[in-house]
């Protein structure tokens, strides 16, 4: 007989790229470096508690939340191509497979524990599984039988989010930011090409045209949130880099939105909401969270990633909106939690007899592995 109570694990934003090392050299473009961490937390939500009871092996559910894997991270030859095959991206998938073996590892063998599952939603940084090989290829990478498909292992490229029992919603995030909305109806481009290639939105050009290009001169450049307040600051005390950093925002926005490809694809609607979201100073989703929950009377906890920024809030009429936040260093300058940080966030979701609990957690380590995290 199997347990009654339920558990998901919900992470997010670990951004696993190719490694510390990668085609000889230091990786700049490395920002995950709690692979020893990550593999603890795996193993402590597969045994002891978590393993096996009287009443059976207890079902825990790992849900990864999108941006887990960081495809916009890792170049090709030195340089990060935006007209992105199925072929380049079953490239960067093996590099990323390759930089980070224990992590691999740790997964396989949660998978294969009884009761054990896993459950991946794509995000913005992650969208290369829209293509099919990439997701087989991820599957029998973690199926404890390299078996494609799996009873183990499911990876979600159809819809956005997905709704457990209890009233409980989970989404990335991207698609609530016009500037990384992704088009689930049309997700790869084909027609007029060699190739099929993906459809990415303005903010992954952001990435592999402008962030990963000056990361070499300001490492932190891709950890400071919200970007605006980067610049403003950056106009007094960094104005020529910050000129140029502006500059190359312009012209790939202007090159992408209002210049026709056939590897690219833009709609005026799309552009407008970005340049409307744009004169939000401290843009974090946490409005467009308390709304989505105000439009669904049968919405309790709505759960994000997305914004590296974690958040556990209940509301005063007992709705709930949860931010898992990154696994990656952060340095943020939004005076409501200025300061660098880095939390190895996750969500833990009790299910019992229907009911949901959840709650945002810190994972501390193999001696006192997680507590509550405090806003």
């Known amino acids: 007989m199997v347990a009654t109570e339920k558990f998901k694990i919900i992470i997010s934003d670990c951004h696993l790229s190719a490694g510390r090392f990668f085609e000889g050299r230091l990786n700049a473009h490395e920002d995950f470096y709690f692979d020893q ?82 459950t991946y939603l794509l995000g913005n940084h992650d969208a290369d599984l829209f293509f099919p090989k990439v997701r087989e290829r991820i599957v029998r990478e973690w199926d404890p039988h ?10 979600i490229a159809d819809r956005d989010h997905v709704r457990f029992e209890g009233g409980v919603e989970i989404h990335h995030g991207n698609q609530f930011e016009a500037v990384h909305v992704l088009d689930f109806g049309k997700p790869i481009l084909k027609s007029n090409l060699d190739q099929p290639v993906l459809n990415i939105p303005w903010g992954s050009f ?97 759960i994000f990633g997305h914004t590296h920024k974690p958040m556990n809030k209940v509301y005063p009429d007992g709705k709930q909106y949860i931010n898992t936040g990154t696994w990656t260093k952060m340095i943020n300058l939004d005076w409501r939690s200025i300061g660098q940080q880095f939390c190895l966030t996750f969500a833990i979701i009790r299910v019992f007899k229907g009911q949901s609990e959840c709650e945002l957690r810190h994972w501390v380590g193999e001696h006192s592995p997680h507590k509550s995290f405090q806003n």
């Open 206 to 302: 952001y990435v592999l045209k402008i962030i990963n290009r000056l990361k070499w001169e300001r490492e932190f450049l891709d950890k400071v949130r919200p970007a605006k307040v980067f610049v403003f600051f950056g106009l007094i005390l960094d104005p020529w880099f910050t000129l140029k950093f502006i500059s190359l925002s312009v012209y790939y926005f202007l090159k992408t939105r209002f210049i026709y490809s056939p590897k690219r694809q833009s709609s005026f609607k799309v552009t407008a909401e970005i340049l409307k979201q744009e004169t939000d100073f401290l843009l974090d989703l946490e409005r467009q969270a308390r709304r989505h929950l105000d439009q669904d009377p049968e919405l309790r906890t709505l």
């Open 146 to 155: 390299g078996q494609f498909p799996s009873q183990k292992i499911t990876l």
């Open 37 to 118: 961490e990550l593999s603890d937390l795996f193993d402590y939500f597969s045994t002891g508690i978590y393993g096996d009871r009287t009443e059976g092996p207890v079902e825990v559910e790992l849900f990864i939340n999108g941006d887990f894997l960081d495809f916009l991270n890792v170049p090709y030859q030195g340089e990060f191509e935006d007209a992105i095959t199925e072929e380049l991206s079953l490239f960067k998938l093996d590099a990323i497979l390759k930089g980070h073996p224990k992590v691999m590892e740790a997964l396989r063998r949660f998978v294969s524990k009884p009761n054990k599952t896993i």
